[in-house]
């Protein structure tokens, strides 16, 4: 298996459409998304083919597969909230745990802290996974509430947990 330093981390283009969607519908990665199991890989591709001068998404690239997605979308709700973007992830379930999240994390973060003029991301990660809660954590998240029964999974409600994290050093004149 290729080592995590060299997945390519890079923009997600059209093309890569179809492997974002398969990656969305991967058993150990939906579950942790609003993705429904056993989806056509085509339902998702034409919002994956989209490209947005808003967000920021990227791709992790193993061995030429598309194994983690990552994005930062506008929030299209007008120009009071022009400064926020809405954080989505997700990773194979071979990959997860090895760093490759938190290398595509930090290239969302550096793309909204210095290009982007973004000064809040907010996220919903359902409240028992772990894993991802603690790398939102170390990366400047902090918890603002709690949605209880907020999504269906595996035949139970379960919560999510809404995060956000705001620019640790707003820009400044000069």
């Known amino acids: 298996m290729t080592d995590a330093a060299e997945v390519q981390i890079r923009s997600a283009e059209p093309s890569d459409a179809e492997g974002i969607s398969a ?16 989806m056509p890989v085509a339902l ?6 989209r490209v947005d001068p808003y967000s920021c998404r990227l791709v992790a690239v193993a061995n030429g ?3 983690g997605w990552a994005a930062l979308h506008g929030m ?22 090895r760093g490759v999240g938190r290398r595509l994390m930090e290239r969302l973060l550096d793309w909204a802290d210095r290009w982007a003029g973004v000064l809040r991301i907010e996220l919903n990660v359902h ?8 790398l ?21 409600y379960s919560d999510a947990l ?6 640790p050093n707003p820009p400044a004149i000069g």
């Open 136 to 156: 939102y954590r170390s990366l400047g998240f902090v918890e603002e509430g709690r949605h209880r029964g907020y999504v269906l999974k595996d035949g139970r």
């Open 65 to 67: 597969e598309v194994v």
């Open 23 to 38: 990656l969305l519908g991967t058993p150990g990665t939906m579950e942790g998304t609003l993705q429904l199991p056993d």
């Open 76 to 97: 299209n709700a007008g120009l009071r909230r022009a400064h926020v973007r809405l954080l989505a992830i997700a990773l194979a379930p071979q990959w997860q745990g």
């Open 162 to 167: 809404t995060m956000a994290r705001l620019h």
């Open 44 to 49: 998702r591709v034409e919002m994956h083919q």
């Open 127 to 134: 409240a028992d996974n772990e894993h991802a809660i603690a």
